[in-house]
């Protein structure tokens, strides 16, 4: 057992979440003779239901805020109650009980429930996350903070120290490690990591730091990766932008010394290309895009190991990226590339693969042999020429960050300290297996590989719960599977964003943080230059 669990931390998090699980469910073989290629029990933990069906829920703790669960009902038709909620009350007076006016069910949920074809969502009929959610939690799963409202005007969730003194107050109160996270830990077998979905551009950065360092106390050697979504800036106004700057700034000053690995999510600035079409305003959407990349970087975590494939683990990917072990914060980059269709490569199954060979999952579709995997490749090229280095189409890590910086300095030419690079679905593996850079080589025990390329037959699913972002050649939607290439890279562009931050924020911190702050984030920057000399001009801060 190798088992991963999930913490999700507020609304950004819980739409990016909703996709990643729709996506494991979407895993499932139920087909005699067919086994998936996913390891079920990394993400998933077994139980019985209240009919004494065996069941499978997500081994995560979902936290919003009141009103942020939508249709979403913490006992939920798997764990039924009987009776009257109110008769387990220790008063013996008489009781009044007071509801709110109940969310109505979307369409989409309403025909899952009554195991129809689901109705088409759209950006219109998307009001929550849990309007396209598909999966079942456990009750103990859902922590709603009822001390917040979402999307509250008298009292807006969206400074960095609302959210650091609600997880004090709730800690102090409960032992949220005690109450919400030690009853999945427990369970596991053999915990590989921690997997945090989280605001970082918000009051949800504040929770998070503080959720860390009680993390640390409790797990200090667990590998623990935190992937900080940031919604879209456009539009907003300067002190808007400049605030959510001073929460990231705060976040990642915090998170860099006790996250093993931290992953940034922000939209570029500059246009996509023209095979996807974004609604920057729907948070669907974009947690849509996001999480296509966090669903195929993490790939690897969850796969099957036989004789013939090899997976991997939160901990072995952090040892690969952080070269210094003090390099925490990478970079996600991604390609979209349209899946094969049947007909070619000589094969007729809807996944470019042979229908005889399929098993089918809970919904009937096929994704039997689709599934074979390949093997992790490592090629090391020289510093000087960073060969082998993957440089792709979207660039989520905030690139826009470097526009901070109006001082005119020239910019360092990107220096990679490691990378590593995966390719999933059967179109990105011929595209490799033509590559004569990925030859798989053997090193001696003194040398170690700076990239790091990986294989995978599995498709990212394009399911009747995600949007129809992704266009083929001729502009029309794909609605069966794409091949994703994805970039994870500890490289030299930490330093100029960090210190472009810095710049910006700092005299817009508080005099008695200030001056820590300031220093965290300059020392963050300086550990992306170790081991390696710059080209560029003077290096110095500039306050």
């Known amino acids: 057992m190798r088992e991963i669990i999930t913490l999700q931390l507020g609304q950004q998090s819980n739409y990016l979440a909703s996709h990643f699980w729709n996506a494991q469910e979407s895993y499932f073989t139920y087909g005699a003779e067919e086994e998936s290629p996913i390891d079920h029990d990394v993400h998933f933990k077994p139980g019985i239901g209240s009919d004494g069906t065996e069941t499978f829920m997500?081994?995560?703790?979902?936290?919003?805020?009141?009103?942020?669960?939508?249709?979403?009902?913490?006992?939920?038709?798997?764990?039924?109650?009987?009776?009257?909620?109110?008769?387990?009350?220790?008063?013996?007076?008489?009781?009044?009980?007071?509801?709110?006016?109940?969310?109505?069910?979307?369409?989409?949920?309403?025909?899952?429930?009554?195991?129809?074809?689901?109705?088409?969502l759209t950006t219109n009929t998307v009001r929550y996350w849990s309007d396209f959610n598909r999966v079942f939690y456990h009750p103990k799963s859902i922590i709603q903070l009822s001390e917040y409202e979402l999307n509250s005007t008298v009292m807006p969730f969206e400074k960095w120290h609302m959210g650091?003194?609600?997880?004090?107050?709730?800690?102090?109160?409960?032992?949220?490690?005690?109450?919400?996270?030690?009853?999945?830990?427990?369970?596991?077998?053999?915990?590989?990591?921690?997997?945090?979905?989280?605001?970082?551009?918000?009051?949800?950065?504040?929770?998070?730091a503080k959720y860390m360092e009680r993390l640390r106390d409790e797990y200090g050697k667990t590998p623990t990766w935190v992937f900080g979504s940031q919604a879209p800036s456009r539009g907003l106004p300067r002190e808007k932008r400049l605030l959510k700057l001073v929460n990231k700034a705060r976040t990642l000053s915090e998170l860099n010394s006790q996250a093993s690995l931290v992953i940034p999510l922000a939209l570029p600035e500059r246009p996509l290309p023209s095979t996807i079409q974004l609604d920057y305003s729907s948070s669907w959407h974009v947690s849509a895009l996001f999480a296509a990349a966090l669903e195929s970087v993490t790939l690897y975590t969850r796969l099957r190991t036989s004789d013939r494939i090899y997976s991997s683990n939160l901990g072995n990917m952090?040892?690969?990226?952080?070269?210094?072990?003090?390099?925490?914060?990478?970079?996600?980059?991604?390609?979209?590339f349209e899946a094969?269709?049947?007909?070619?490569?000589?094969?007729?199954?809807?996944?470019?693969?042979?229908?005889?060979?399929?098993?089918?999952?809970?919904?009937?579709?096929?994704?039997?042999?689709?599934?074979?995997?390949?093997?992790?490749?490592?090629?090391?090229?020289?510093?000087?020429?960073?060969?082998?280095?993957?440089?792709?189409?979207?660039?989520?890590?905030?690139p826009q960050d470097l526009n901070l910086d109006t001082s005119g300095r020239r910019?360092?030419?990107?220096?990679?300290?490691?990378?590593?690079?995966?390719?999933?679905?059967?179109?990105?593996?011929?595209?490799?297996?033509?590559?004569?850079?990925?030859?798989?080589?053997?090193?001696?025990?003194?040398?170690?590989?700076?990239?790091?390329?990986?294989?995978?037959?599995?498709?990212?699913?394009?399911?009747?719960?995600?949007?129809?972002?992704?266009?083929?050649?001729?502009g029309h939607p794909v609605r069966e599977n794409v091949s994703v290439k994805t970039?994870?890279?500890?490289?030299?562009?930490?330093?100029?964003?960090?210190?472009?931050?810095?710049?910006?924020?700092?005299?817009?911190?508080?005099?008695?943080?200030?001056?820590?702050?300031?220093?965290?984030?300059?020392?963050?920057?300086?550990?992306?230059?170790?081991?390696?000399?710059?080209?560029s001009d003077d290096d110095d801060d500039d306050e």
């Open 318 to 336: 952090t040892d690969l990226l952080n070269v210094f072990g003090k390099q925490t914060i990478a970079n996600l980059e991604m390609s979209i």
């Open 411 to 474: 910019r360092r030419k990107r220096h990679i300290f490691s990378q590593v690079i995966g390719d999933r679905g059967l179109q990105n593996l011929e595209r490799a297996n033509d590559d004569g850079n990925r030859e798989l080589r053997e090193y001696g025990m003194r040398r170690r590989p700076k990239f790091h390329n990986y294989r995978s037959r599995v498709a990212f699913p394009i399911l009747d719960s995600y949007p129809k972002i992704f266009r083929d050649s001729y």
């Open 58 to 120: 997500p081994r995560t703790v979902i936290y919003d805020l009141k009103g942020g669960f939508g249709t979403l009902r913490k006992i939920n038709s798997l764990y039924e109650i009987d009776g009257d909620p109110s008769s387990s009350s220790l008063w013996s007076g008489q009781t009044v009980i007071q509801r709110q006016q109940p969310i109505e069910a979307s369409a989409y949920q309403e025909s899952l429930d009554a195991g129809q074809a689901p109705a088409e």
């Open 340 to 398: 094969p269709k049947p007909h070619q490569n000589g094969t007729n199954g809807t996944n470019g693969t042979s229908d005889e060979t399929n098993g089918l999952n809970g919904r009937g579709e096929n994704i039997g042999r689709l599934f074979e995997n390949g093997i992790n490749l490592d090629d090391e090229s020289e510093s000087g020429s960073q060969k082998g280095a993957a440089t792709l189409d979207i660039d989520l890590s905030s």
């Open 487 to 535: 970039a994870l890279s500890t490289d030299s562009t930490v330093t100029d964003k960090v210190k472009a931050i810095r710049n910006t924020v700092v005299r817009s911190i508080g005099l008695e943080d200030r001056e820590t702050i300031g220093n965290e984030l300059a020392e963050i920057a300086d550990s992306y230059k170790e081991g390696w000399s710059s080209d």
């Open 164 to 208: 650091e003194e609600l997880f004090a107050s709730l800690d102090k109160e409960h032992d949220l490690l005690d109450r919400d996270l030690r009853p999945f830990v427990e369970e596991a077998d053999q915990m590989q990591g921690l997997q945090i979905m989280t605001g970082i551009d918000d009051a949800w950065g504040g929770f998070v």
